[in-house]
Antibody, heavy 123, light 107 residues
Framework: EVQLLESGGGLVQRGGSLRLSCAAS????????MSWVRQAPGKGLEWVSS????????YYADSVKGRFTISRDNSKNTLYLQMNSLRADDTAVYYC????????????????WGQGTLVTVSS | DIQMTQSPSSLSASVGDRVTITCRAS??????LNWYQQKPGKAPKLLIY???SLQSGVPSRFSGSGSATDFTLTISSLQPEDFATYYC?????????FGQGTRLEIK
């Protein structure tokens, strides 16, 4: 059974940093691209970032480019999102999602999702 | 960026109704269109991928169609557990974009 378990969310001050983790199990983690998707309170889904199987290719939404860094450790079956210079509009539930893509990190759909971790940025 | 526009934004329907939700892309995305269902407080769930392929385990009352810029999600006979918010998403290129969502409510 595929499982994605996010952790690392919490309350942080504006301008602060946080690192999210997503522990994966039930599939060959190193064979699939992974992504982060967020959802602000009462709002829709927003793609944040994606990473290829090897970590060699990364992609970011303009809203987080230069502030967030996606990475993965295939030896630990774990996906990360380092979030710096946090702003109030980064407040959201952050979901880790497995892509169907076995390569570059694009072109696939999100076939499994974690339960999400809440990040709250206070001003 | 490719903009995804869903209609309607909200919809009231009854159990047993046939419901159609539309998603339009601002440019051609071939068949790189996926549909998700989200219930309150829960993670999204994949229903349809590549415009018309049913994800494993999803009931056959859900179906998808379309290509290029115009797509539809159809629920043939609404069940009580189908009342949720539905999102379309394009995976044609980055940035990956979602529609704004369609909230399906009980009439």
């Amino acid at each position: 059974e595929v499982q994605l378990l996010e952790s690392g969310g919490g309350l942080v001050q504006r301008g602060g940093s946080l690192r999210l983790s997503c522990a994966a199990s039930g599939f060959i983690f190193s064979s699939y691209a992974m992504s982060w998707v967020r959802q602000a309170p009462g709002k829709g889904l927003e793609w944040v970032s994606s990473i290829s199987t090897t970590g060699g290719s990364t992609y970011y939404a303009d809203s987080v480019k230069g502030r967030f860094t996606i990475s993965r450790d295939n030896s630990k079956n774990t996906l990360y999102l380092q979030m710096n210079s946090l702003r109030a509009d980064d407040t959201a539930v952050y979901y880790c999602a497995k892509s169907s893509s076995r390569g570059s990190g694009t072109g696939g759909y999100f076939d499994y999702w974690g339960q999400g971790t809440l990040v709250t940025v206070s001003s | 960026d490719i903009q995804m526009t869903q209609s309607p934004s909200s919809l009231s329907a009854s159990v047993g109704d046939r419901v159609t939700i539309t998603c339009r892309a601002s440019q051609s995305i071939s068949s790189y269109l996926n549909w998700y269902q989200q219930k309150p407080g829960k993670a999204p769930k994949l229903l349809i991928y590549a415009a018309s392929s049913l994800q494993s385990g999803v009931p056959s009352r859900f179906s998808g169609s379309g290509s290029a810029t115009d797509f539809t999600l159809t629920i043939s006979s609404l069940q009580p557990e189908d009342f949720a918010t539905y999102y379309c998403q394009q995976s044609y290129n980055t940035p990956i974009t979602f529609g704004q969502g369609t909230r399906l409510e009980i009439k």
